[in-house]
């Protein structure tokens, strides 16, 4: 033992320590997965949102991978960045997250694979100096209590683990609403028993009917869901109205004296709340009556997806000249438009008539798509209201209309009025009758006039996009089109609301609000450099906000309503003076990223249905946003932040790019010849110091 002991420690041990600390690193590190990410946005890192859905399963979920073995590249970095994004997904999960790589190259395994539904697919193979094609797998399945999805053709990492979070997220919100949520969900409802005096139509049975949809709700969510039915004093019922928005009532009868009361139902999570349509309302007779209770427990059941941000239907405001949700294909049969198609594979887009409905709040978001025409003051109290309420807006405004008689004339551009613009100056933003012209824009090479830049479409940058918002921040760049600009004075005055300007032009552009053209053959380029400015070109401005109007507007509905035996013993006010929740607003000063038409380019779109141009995926950002998805925004934007370098000339661009190509080896090649240079010297210099008469070596 003694002899070991001293071997150990006496230098021929340092071979045999060495390897056995090699293996015991080995041993340590293929049992503890670590691993640094130094990118920016964290590319090759799980994102919060994945790790919250793996998190919180409630049932088993399976991912089986089909890959085939022996990939060339770039194919084999698919595989390899799978089988790391999987352990991820693993070490953030519960135990109910599993995954197995299954062996391609059993029989049975290649028919297990189509019975997914997957197929192989194409890939070119360099063998022996020869291009050729082989058939390969490249798919993944996805098993959660019922439901099986499949990914199949991965032959890139782009977008990768968007596509299977949300996959994951979209089949676990199916098979339960509330998978996830670390809190209670509670159901109220808020009503005055003294109002039982007054013999409202229903208001008896309305408990009951509330009770029944909330029992079957509750059950087909595990019962987690409580339900409390409140009797509020009148000194309670101002905060309830200024807090929820529910019906508040006043009396005064000759029998039973004067009071306030108050009805409605509220859906409440953490801060977010939804309140439902209940309320009392007066027939064309005159009766005071409940309304509300019509399919209520699908109205629960849609509330409850918006307020656990996984709603999956968005408003869509149509009647006022705004972008079709659906368009005629090439081969005349209608179809989706492109914005539609952008974010269908998440939400789906329902119509909304302002002139014949109320917007629900169970939408957690609202889209007005460049619209031409006005809006009643009715239809703008209706888009107030459901912003007070805790409802997101995303408006896509023109300052004018283009209208152009044939292709071979200028267009003509008339202002837009639509109304819109006294609800968003009330909350502070001002969308200016102007375009706005940008030196720093898109160009394209034309063969008769060489390079042409259009002015009308600002290129924005890093330094240009908002770098903190989720929506911009791992854009490279994002490049818009007839552009208004935004004022944000009002808004910034606002204590209670925070403003985000996610995109603006270059300090070198200027607005043109007459003798428009897009075309940059007819554009005069302001002599005096002063007039330049950057202007705001999208803007987010979130918080509370105060009411466009001092009460509802009088409509001919309500006309109708009063008759001489009406009930008047008893009267509501519903209007909602100031937020009761935090709303978001995005305001965009063109519809054309909404999926407008560019007669300029053979009425092209600048939108892309699958999302990969930069553009698409600032606009999809900003619905996933809107819709208490940020997570996602980032999640889809990961590899995507470019590092670019500011020039303002050819030549300049030219020498940036051969002293990456050639300069940094030539500057490395010197670096190294001096370094060697000041050994020999220091050689040298030793040498004829302690050694001068060294006969080897030649003086």
Known sequence: ???????????????????????????????????????????????????????????????????????????????????????????????????????????????????????????????????????VWMGIVLLYADRIEILDALTSTDGLEYRVTTTISNMVSTTSALAGLAGDVKLTLYATKRLADFKIVGFNQMEDEIRKAFNEVNKKNKNRISFASIDPSPAEIPELVEKYGIQSLNWNDPNLGSGTGAIGLVLEYGEKSSLFPVKMTRDF????????????????????????????????????GELELNEESQYGQPSQSVFARLVSDRYTLKEIKLSEEDIPQKYASVIINGPKSSFTDEELYKIDQYVLKGGNLLVFVDPFEEQQANPYSQPTYTPINTGLEKNLEKYGLSVGKKYVYDLNCFSQSDRQYGKMQFYIAPMMQKNTLDQKSPITKNLGYVIFFQNAPIDITAAKDNSNAKVTVLAKSSKESWTVDSNISPDPRFISIPSDKSTMASENLAVLVEGKFSSAFSGKPKSEKDDEKKSDSADNSISSNEHVAKSLQNSKIIVIGSSILGGARIPLFSNAQLLDEEGKQPVSMFVRNAVDYLNGEEDLCTMRTKGLSLNTLTVKSAAASTFAKYFNEIGLVVIVALAGLLVLLKIKAKKRAIRERYNPNDSRVEK
Do not use: W
């Not at 073995?69 to 599993?98: C, G, H, M, R, T």
């Not at 007779?285 to 849609?302: A, K, S, W």
């Open 1 to 135: 033992m003694k002899k070991f002991i001293n071997y150990l420690i006496s230098p021929k041990s340092d071979i045999f320590l060495f390897v056995l600390l090699l293996i015991l690193a080995n041993l340590v590190v293929s049992l503890a997965y670590f691993r640094i990410d130094l990118t920016s946005p964290k590319s090759y890192s799980l994102s919060k949102g994945s790790a919250q859905v793996v998190k919180t399963l409630e049932e088993p979920l399976s991912v089986k991978v089909f890959f085939s073995d022996n990939l060339n590249a770039p194919y084999s970095s698919v595989y390899q960045y799978i089988k790391d994004i999987l352990v991820e997904y693993k070490s953030s999960a519960n135990d109910n997250f599993s995954y197995e790589f299954v062996d391609m190259k059993k029989p049975e395994n290649e028919k297990l694979a189509r019975t997914y539904g997957l197929n192989q697919i194409q890939i070119q193979e360099l063998k022996n100096n020869e291009v050729g094609m082989k058939r």
């Open 285 to 320: 007779f005159g009766r005071n009556m409940i309304t509300g209770l019509d399919d209520l427990t699908v109205q629960i059941e849609e509330s409850l997806k918006s307020i656990v941000s996984k709603s999956q239907e968005i408003g869509y405001i149509t009647g006022h």
